[in-house]
């Protein structure tokens, strides 16, 4: 939908423009394009570790490939905890041992590969079954450790929409500045032909233009775009922290994970009775 959005954008931009009789190639001043796209990458290599930047591509790689939570995946998740915590209650704890300190060779982890595919998710839970593992912890404790993770982890997300605000905020200033020096050569030939004057004003003010549609037309919506994926995710963690929290407090399986399920927004919460269905099958 993002990707869908920034068409639009353009389509309405300039298709407005050219039922307004337009002249289209008027738009096309390349040393606008020079002056603000290259300060705008300037100030973020400027403003911005090297690790950020590494961050800010995978995040928008991930805000146009759209949103990854589904109500499939949710079910598996739901699943996954379910078969952990009947082997821990049946079994006894440490038969999980085996399947958290190496996920990927797991028998239990490979039968849901939409959740080994979320690498954070992975390694919170393996991490947090660890600690439980290793005995000796609290509830509260407990859940003190994984609100530490999940502060930590919304801090790091946080800072690739940190920057592409600060850069869309930013853009209709290097607009003005693109602008600014149009006008400036436009003095500059203030005596010649009215014509050449107007080329050079019209060539000012796209720089404005374009300061302007970049900010609010594509990079304030793709850092809130990023934003509402960091959010959806943290919610999947949300809900594998609600469940071990539950199982590390003595209920059973399956209300473990009715506790994760209520944590899930509605619009991709497995139904109640088609969970209990489903695991009851599995039970």
């Not at 920034?6 to 390349?30: N, S």
């Not at 998740?77 to 952990?84: A, E, I, R, T």
């Not at 994984?146 to 800072?159: F, K």
């Amino acid at each position: 939908m993002s990707i869908v959005g920034i068409v639009i954008v353009i389509v309405a931009v300039i298709g407005g423009y050219l039922m307004e009789h337009g002249i289209l190639l008027v738009l096309f001043q390349p040393a606008e394009f020079v002056i603000i796209g290259g300060c705008g990458v300037g100030t973020v290599l400027i403003a911005t570790p090297p690790k950020v930047l590494t961050q800010v591509l995978k995040s928008l790689t991930k805000a146009l490939g759209g949103d990854r939570s589904s109500k499939p995946l949710y079910f598996e998740l739901l699943s996954l905890l379910y078969d952990l915590f009947q082997m821990a209650r049946r079994d006894g704890p440490l038969a999980l041992e085996p399947h958290v300190e190496d996920p990927e060779k797991s028998a239990v982890f490979s039968k849901y590969p939409g959740f080994l595919k979320n690498h954070h998710a992975v390694d919170f839970l393996s991490d947090t079954m660890r600690v439980m593992l290793s005995g000796g912890i609290a509830g509260h404790e407990l859940a003190a450790l994984m609100d530490a993770d999940l502060e930590t982890h919304h801090e790091e997300t946080a800072r690739p929409v940190a920057v592409l605000t600060k850069v869309g905020d930013a853009m209709p200033g290097l607009g003005i500045v693109a602008a600014v020096l149009g006008i400036v050569i436009t003095m500059g030939a203030i005596d010649g032909p009215p014509a050449e004057i107007g080329h050079k004003v019209a060539a000012a003010l796209v720089g404005t233009f374009l300061g302007i549609l970049a900010a609010y037309g594509f990079i304030s919506p793709l850092a809130s775009c990023i934003e509402a994926v960091n959010q959806s995710e943290a919610r999947y963690i949300e809900c594998i922290k609600a469940g071990l929290l539950a199982f590390a407090n003595d209920a059973p399986p399956i209300v473990a994970v009715e506790f994760a399920r209520r944590t899930i927004f509605s619009d991709v919460r497995p139904g109640f009775k088609e969970m209990e269905s489903a695991l009851r099958g599995k039970k």
